[in-house]
């Protein structure tokens, strides 16, 4: 087999609400993006836990993405807020714990944004082709 | 005369504390002491490590190991101990999930080596000596233990059957898991011998909680005088209680001090820092993006906050190797 470049993995954490919602706008629209990025569909954004992106990066993935309503948007009024606090903080420890900028991403994302949809991912995986897989930092 | 059942103690990366939780059982440790034959203990009795090598496989019942493993010495000693013992127990904190010690994996070798032997304040060392594992002094060849990179928990080295939390853990469990073992009434393996329930659970200051806690202000120890009877959490205070599991008996609470995490997470939480942290984020009071930053500038060290027992158990086991500090 000929040597194949670097097709980074990324997970795609969506609210039920918006950001899923936009993929299949994106998906019903006939807008091509880059199939790195497969989608599990969470009832928030303020579902995601922490350990999620962990469990990720420690499993394989290269980045991960979480997408959720915009905000004063939220399905339950504060989900999207609490994602936003768990993201910063959870950004601030990823940094400590050396892993790049670029990896872990929070968009928000209204149903009516199929076009941000196909943008976002496609933005993502141009970035982490050219960063590189994400080494389990395991010595 | 029937045998009595052998037990051995034995220290890696530690700084003692277990050692002295043992003599910490006080009367108990005579009936300790009656029950069973202590054949390894370095911080009390003169053993060598052939006197273990010449005992026949399995024949030490229970093996109690404290530390964390970072240097191949504390490596041939764990897996030595468990040939020869029947059960291992991971005893405290830094053998359960890699403890204070784990911290050093947001480091590598040649950074602690760098500040230990050069750069501290303290240091006399002209010849920018640091221990290598082979070298000549006065003509004789010296070897010391491989110190690695990356510090591990007891179980990410050998088998474990069972954990003992805390740092160091409270007599009562420590007579309880002895009393378990002399008796043969254990649970299943893998075990932490501690109830899975939140340290909140037992906290002295649980009614003092309101339902729900908006924090605007985080405040530590060392800059902000604590109400003695308020939940640490409705102060502003980071309590890693919420996320750590109990039975420890609240000594820090009771000692009017945040929990700050030593028996590690319950069963089902992958990662400590992060499930804390996840809680700790959800109760702040700001909605915007810079109002967040401001307040989480007010934590100085997240990873060492979060992650203070359990760095090398964490999902992410360290900081990735090459990556700058």
């Given at each position: 087999?000929?040597?194949?470049?670097?097709?980074?993995?990324?997970?795609?954490?969506?609210?039920?609400?918006?950001?899923?919602?936009?993929?299949?706008?994106?998906?019903?629209?006939?807008?091509?993006?880059?199939?790195?990025?497969?989608?599990?569909?969470?009832?928030?954004?303020?579902?995601?836990?922490?350990?999620?992106?962990?469990?990720?990066?420690?499993?394989?993935?290269?980045?991960?993405?979480?997408?959720?309503?915009?905000?004063?948007?939220?399905?339950?009024?504060?989900?999207?807020?609490?994602?936003?606090?768990?993201?910063?903080?959870?950004?601030?420890?990823?940094?400590?714990?050396?892993?790049?900028?670029?990896?872990?991403?929070?968009?928000?994302?209204?149903?009516?944004?199929?076009?941000?949809?196909?943008?976002?991912?496609?933005?993502?995986?141009?970035?982490?082709?050219?960063?590189?897989?994400?080494?389990?930092?395991?010595? | 005369?029937?045998?009595?059942?052998?037990?051995?103690?034995?220290?890696?990366?530690?700084?003692?504390?277990?050692?002295?939780?043992?003599?910490?059982?006080?009367?108990?440790?005579?009936?300790?002491?009656?029950?069973?034959?202590?054949?390894?203990?370095?911080?009390?009795?003169?053993?060598?490590?052939?006197?273990?090598?010449?005992?026949?496989?399995?024949?030490?019942?229970?093996?109690?190991?404290?530390?964390?493993v970072r240097m191949s010495e504390q490596e041939e000693w764990?897996?030595?101990?468990?040939?020869?013992?029947?059960?291992?127990?991971?005893?405290?904190?830094?053998?359960?999930?890699?403890?204070?010690?784990?911290?050093?994996?947001?480091?590598t070798k040649q950074?602690v080596f760098?500040?230990c032997y050069?750069?501290?304040?303290?240091?006399?060392?002209?010849?920018?000596a640091v221990p290598c594992v082979e070298s000549k002094v006065?003509?004789h060849d010296l070897h010391l233990p491989q110190f690695w990179d990356t510090?591990?928990?007891?179980?990410?080295?050998?088998?474990?059957?069972?954990?003992?939390?805390?740092?160091?853990?409270?007599?009562?469990?420590?007579?309880?898991?002895?009393?378990?073992?002399?008796?043969?009434?254990?649970?299943?393996?893998?075990?932490?011998?501690?109830?899975?329930?939140?340290?909140?659970?037992?906290?002295?200051?649980?009614?003092?909680?309101?339902?729900?806690?908006?924090?605007?202000?985080?405040?530590?120890?060392?800059?902000?005088?604590?109400?003695?009877?308020?939940?640490?959490?409705?102060?502003?205070?980071?309590?890693?209680?919420?996320?750590?599991?109990?039975?420890?008996?609240?000594?820090?609470?009771?000692?009017?001090?945040?929990?700050?995490?030593?028996?590690?997470?319950?069963?089902?939480?992958?990662?400590?820092?992060?499930?804390?942290?996840?809680?700790?984020?959800?109760?702040?009071?700001?909605?915007?993006?810079?109002?967040?930053?401001?307040?989480?500038?007010?934590?100085?060290?997240?990873?060492?906050?979060?992650?203070?027992?359990?760095?090398?158990?964490?999902?992410?086991?360290?900081?990735?190797?090459?990556?700058?500090?």
């Open positions: 087999m000929a040597t194949t470049t670097f097709e980074p993995r990324i997970v795609a954490f969506f609210c039920n609400w918006c950001t899923y919602t936009a993929s299949d706008l994106a998906g019903t629209a006939r807008l091509a993006y880059e199939p790195n990025a497969p989608v599990i569909r969470v009832m928030c954004s303020g579902r995601f836990d922490p350990q999620f992106v962990m469990k990720a990066l420690q499993e394989g993935a290269d980045g991960v993405l979480i997408g959720g309503c915009h905000p004063g948007d939220c399905h339950y009024q504060e989900g999207n807020y609490k994602a936003l606090r768990r993201f910063r903080l959870l950004k601030r420890v990823l940094s400590e714990f050396g892993v790049e900028d670029e990896r872990v991403r929070l968009e928000w994302i209204s149903a009516s944004e199929g076009d941000r949809v196909q943008h976002v991912i496609n933005e993502m995986t141009g970035q982490l082709r050219s960063l590189g897989p994400f080494q389990q930092a395991r010595s | 005369m029937a045998q009595k059942p052998k037990v051995a103690f034995y220290w890696c990366a530690s700084c003692g504390g277990c050692d002295e939780a043992v003599v910490d059982l006080e009367e108990d440790i005579l009936k300790v002491v009656d029950a069973v034959d202590i054949v390894l203990w370095p911080v009390a009795m003169d053993f060598k490590k052939h006197d273990i090598e010449a005992m026949d496989d399995g024949s030490i019942a229970v093996a109690f190991i404290n530390g964390a764990v897996h030595l101990l468990r040939k020869k013992a029947q059960l291992v127990v991971a005893f405290g904190a830094c053998a359960h999930l890699g403890g204070i010690p784990g911290l050093a994996n947001l480091n950074e760098d500040t050069r750069d501290v304040p303290s240091m006399d060392n002209k010849a920018a006065d003509g510090v591990k928990s007891l179980a990410q080295v050998i088998d474990v059957d069972y954990y003992l939390p805390g740092c160091a853990p409270p007599p009562d469990l420590i007579w309880s898991a002895i009393n378990a073992i002399l008796t043969g009434q254990l649970p299943p393996k893998g075990a932490v011998l501690s109830p899975n329930k939140a340290c909140c659970d037992d906290c002295p200051r649980k009614d003092t909680k309101p339902d729900k806690i908006e924090i605007s202000e985080i405040k530590r120890p060392a800059t902000h005088m604590a109400d003695p009877e308020l939940c640490f959490m409705a102060q502003g205070f980071v309590c890693m209680g919420p996320a750590t599991r109990g039975g420890c008996g609240n000594p820090c609470i009771k000692g009017h001090m945040p929990c700050r995490g030593c028996f590690g997470p319950m069963d089902d939480v992958f990662d400590q820092g992060a499930k804390f942290l996840s809680a700790f984020a959800s109760i702040l009071a700001p909605k915007d993006e810079a109002g967040i930053d401001a307040l989480l500038d007010q934590i100085p060290d997240p990873i060492g906050t979060f992650y203070r027992f359990s760095l090398p158990t964490s999902l992410l086991h360290r900081r990735k190797m090459g990556t700058p500090v």
